[in-house]
């Protein structure tokens, strides 16, 4: 999916969303003389439904795609113009330490949401499943996927 996709879909529920200011990826004009940071990527206490919360999770990875395009062109007009090198390397460390952040952000919720949703687990782990015996690997990813498989009591 490209970034472009998976940031312009939405469900409308802004339970399980992970935030990630538009501003981090829009490149700044090398004569700024502050650069501005916004430290506003977050993740929710609640657990959302598997849907919303991978919705969030393409939505906060497009996000960071968007990010990593802005710093590689603020990177190209630094080295055009190495007077302002000085002044604008700053704020492209905080870029850095944002990015940073939102993608342990992505990680702590890819991680919670697995804990929360089994059936999902299981498909991520599918290929150490299907190195067991046909008696212990458990239902087929098709299965999981289509809701027919259940987890037992």
């Given at each position: ?87 604008d390397i700053a704020g492209f460390h ?60």
């Amino acid at each position: 999916m490209s970034p472009g996709k998976a940031a312009g879909k939405s469900s409308g529920k802004s339970t399980g969303q992970l935030l990630f200011s538009e501003a981090v990826s829009q490149p700044q004009p090398i004569s700024s003389a502050t650069p501005t940071v916004d430290h506003s990527c977050t993740i929710t206490p609640e657990t959302p439904s598997p849907d919303t919360a991978m919705e969030s999770i393409l939505q906060e990875i497009s996000a960071v795609g968007r990010c990593l395009e802005a710093m590689d062109s603020k990177i190209t007009d630094l080295s055009t113009d190495s007077k302002s090198f000085r002044a604008d390397i700053a704020g492209f460390h905080d870029k850095v330490t944002d990015l940073d952040h939102c993608l342990h952000t992505v990680e702590t919720k890819m991680a919670s949401l697995l804990d929360h949703e089994p059936e999902l687990q299981y498909v991520c782990n599918n290929h150490h499943h299907s190195m067991l015996p046909m008696s212990q690997a458990g239902p087929s990813t098709a299965d999981v996927c289509d809701g027919t498989w259940t987890l037992p009591a």
